[in-house]
């Protein structure tokens, strides 16, 4: 993910990197020479004419999509607002649980019991980043868990789950043990309810995307319409016609294409949400509670990016 | 439900299965033959001139149209997605009573006490789809639930709640018997109650659809929006209306369509909720936290589709 | 309330059960006659002139009036769909609170006892929707109340509030005779927070329309545009004038009147909610759970609507 | 508060009272100057021609306009109608509280001490309705609160809140006195943290309106749009210029205005909400818990008004 | 932040401080500029012709700009108002907090305790806004923490979570000696809940910007539109092109750049939020509650505006 905020008005209209004109140039470029073409046929050159005459079908055409398309990012950006916040609600249940863990027993925890919780519960965001991105969680799990836990969870399907599972069986025990009273114990249980909804959150969003027929139909009208555009623009316009027609194309190609990038927020491209980083600043996070020193993180504002 | 994410731009632009064309086909043929004819009678091939000499009408008429449909897309969107969410929640209440079996007795649970709630627990979403579906629930419930407990809730006219109550019976029988303290009841209770909001709030989806005056008067004047249009174009584009009049047909009539589909996503079309795969992940989330095997699922990845 | 789901796509063009346009008929046809009067002063037939030359103004007001129309039915639809929630979450607390007095006690209640409680609870959605319409509600709870509590109920004011009084005094009495622990009263308290929330909620939307200011705004305006539309638009497009001007007017007034009559979803109207037929479902409901036989209500499938 | 529902259609186009039309009246005047002035240049009563010759730059301007008015209504009706959600919350958990008081103890209260505590509780939303409005509570309060708590209640800065702890204070009373139990305690202290939601939001509501850049932008570029739009209009309507400029003025203007007064929605304008009618139905609404006669309250139907 | 309610309408046409208009002046110049050029290329000043000949691409360009730019206010707009919600949650919960230590304990707290809670919650906002704002906050955090907490807060790298903690602690601490019981220490967790997803809240609003390819294509299709419009209407409009190019340029620009100010609601600009007033009402409305003396706050009302 990119991170450059407050460019000044003017650099940004020369921002490249994390900008997506880089991966439309070539459908640009397309729209450009159709335009040359519809230049060429109107000034004759060719031996039928193929404009329009006209741009009042357009102006219909081109409102109504904007409207249309508007809805999209609308829906788009929800569903990547709510993974944000649904992750932002895993770091939120995290530090809960940990001041839970710090202050709700009766008596003091020994060490050695507080390590297993917060392993278990430091992992579980990236557990769930691979789940998420059907990535290997081999790596990240076996540098944060205890060999039996490592090897349950990867056994089981639904790795996080399995975490919030071990998390519950954790409160259970120490409850029968008499270090967590019964009050307590449904503190616990209400942030595990929590994890709970965030896990399942988020495997709502990546398993039902946009309805199929709507992406398709949305795509479609653009790209027709951005390339019958300069055959409209033509009559008007004449030799203008490329640079507006690549202007408006870019527009409408542009936001189509951020949308269908956000609407699947979990992958890796430059708009996506950095899983990567913000598993570690989770765990940094759980580790700041214990007063631990902090893992090593790169740094946004300075390096301009966040890890995936 | 089709599932086919991450398509290349050009060839997204081809998609037939699981878009809304092959079913509007008919209805674009008919706008079609009707640009034919506002295109004879302008070039005075028929005695009377039909045409309209301005689009400036259709322009009016046309972005109001998108403004109102934008409008029903985002309702019919926002049906779909909550039901969405309340199978989302669904799960979410299922692992959480799990985690709550397995860990909130003060006492271990005999494994068979264990396999009748969580039987109960995997049939809920089956009930709840076929009782969404108005199908028959007998196959389904009876592979999954014992005798007496299948009697029952076939007796009864509203199934999952049927299983919800028995739910609520198990916590009962067994806190009675001392195994559940009160508190960990109440914990269960929070769960039960959040089971009870997503069945009601299933039942309220399906049995409340958008007014219906409101869907007939989108649908009658985008239909007669599109069938006058050629007479507005012809004058200005001629021998191009059939072209222009299909493709603005086709993007308010597939808009109208596709809102129209979404709009009872509990339906079996392709754009409809994939419930038959969804009450299948639900239980084998179920099984998956008590360390069973998992179902055999089709893998909507790699077939292109999931069970409706 | 009218059901009237799946149609055909063209049979859906010429539905008139349940759309607005019977009721728009009278002004429709004024439009017409107004159509009738620019078109023959635009020949000639009258001695000045009436007509405007251009439909550009009508454009610019046209579609900045869509948007605000498409505000208004957003906020309107708002209100219905909030309401709709409200009576869904009434059902929702009723079974919750069903299966909390069938499970939490710590001993069997007597049966009459339970009869008591479920009066009370079946009784309530009646009252709520009397209230709401200003009806009598002396019938239906003399019908399902105990002499004692209807004479309390009906010297109340704020009957519902007082059947939800009388559910937390039965809890208070059983908790005080042993029958329901403390813990077990702290879930019944919630629940009855859940049905004070739902009764104040459609006290709140019954009580406070749109901004009266607003509503008359936007009538005003769509009744002055559709009325001199058709002096705009007669020089463009001649004697199609009258077809116009009536599809515009018909597209603006009738998402006007449905506006209107769903702003106030506690209504009688053909799109209002069908509160009647709610209360019922929501005692059968109950009824469902206790095991009794289902209460007769009509059909909605079979018989196309449901009572209102 | 005006309260006119139900009017006929074409009472309604005439409606006066609670319309904005009286308060906008001298600015139309003025555009309706303006209009003329268009006219006479264009006609060459003036030296110098103004007009425009094109309506086609205040399409774009106006339906942008209309766009980003869109916009600000929305927010705008989102603040009022969150006003009125938070009132509405106020009186379920006044209701939710009282249930709470007469069920709740394990033993019967003493008359005197529910005494205190309803009036504490009914004084409340007057005490909010004049922080609000920054008037002076010291009548209302005098005439609900005893001496001792009126004192200290008017010696704090926040009254509604020093209201809250009072209530309480109350309960930690009775709770160390042990007519209320632990789990009882808790069961009160979720309501009373609900009547801090809405204390809080309200003080939230009104000491951050809209961005100030925001309002005076919108403001702005509606008065100029209108003021230069006779220009654009002359040219292609003429004579008509003056009812369209002000027709569409009013548009504007009345959208604008209405905006404006219902973003600060706990003013004393028409449109506001009716507090002061607000807090008199929730001190009723206590009362008829009670079994205490009504307050005497106007009746909104039969008066068309509420009190402000 | 600037606070100027209430301003007549003809003075706020003229509004300067506080809006964005002096900011943007360099730019509206240069789009003057353009103008001039514009307008002497056409009157043939130039050697060759610049002029487009027509408004109408730009008609189409401009509303679908206006209709994305609507969307993108929308989303900045939503992520300012829930920043301010946060803040205002943070209020509640430090209300509830504080209503909570003064009744929930059994049995009368010291002083000097009592000291050391509201010491620790009053520097909670401080810490925050100091976190959210990546400046410096010894001296705030210096002058309301003791010493010992102090050095533990500043040697943290997530300074409110570790306040956070710090109140779960004093809740243990009087749990473990008896004052506190174990009912009331779940009221506690509940509001420290709270805090905690109040924090993070923040923390997610100002870690994650508007996806920045989204913020950059609008900002570049905004400008570009603007300084190409004069060329499009200098041949309808003439010598009135530069009033108008700058006044659709001023309201597409300053849209964009108040949607640019309140996506990132932390900063201190004059529409940001006003979090320094903020921190010390919160401290205020506890120091309230306490019965102690109020801070000296700025009084917006009279001085027109309030600390950042």
Redesign the interface.
Known sequence: M????HLH?FR??L?WQ???LPRLLP?LFLIFCISIVAVAAHDHLLPISLN????????????????????R???S?DR??EA??L???L??ES??L???V???P?RPMPKEDLREFFNALGALPHALRHQLR?TDPREDLAARLPQALFERVMA???KP??L??YL??W??RH??AGAI???????F?????GL??V???C??IV???L???????I???V??FCA?LPFG?VD???I?TPV?AV??A???M??EA?AS??E?PFGID??D?ALHMMSL?TE??IR??L?EP?LALPN??AEGYVLN
Request: glycine share 6%.
């Open positions: 990119i991170i450059r905020p008005w940004m209209l921002a994390g900008s997506v459908r329009l005459n006209t741009t009042a079908p357009f102006s219909l055409i081109g409102i109504a999509l904007a409207v249309f398309l508007g809805f990012n609308n829906a950006y990547w607002w944000r916040k992750w932002g609600q770091l939120n530090r809960s940990t001041r839970q710090l202050t709700l009766s059907h089981s399907r639904y789950a399995t919030m599972l519950g069986e409160v259970q409850a029968q009273d019964p009050m307590a114990v449904i503190a249980d209400r942030n595990l309810n709970s909804d896990i399942g959150g495997e709502r398993s039902t995307p309805p199929f027929a709507y992406s398709v139909m795509h479609r009208t790209y027709f019958s623009l008007s316009i004449g203008f507006f202007f408006v870019y527009t409408f542009a936001h951020i990038q956000i699947e430059d708009n949400l600043v940094d996070a700041d509670l007063g902090a946004p504002e």
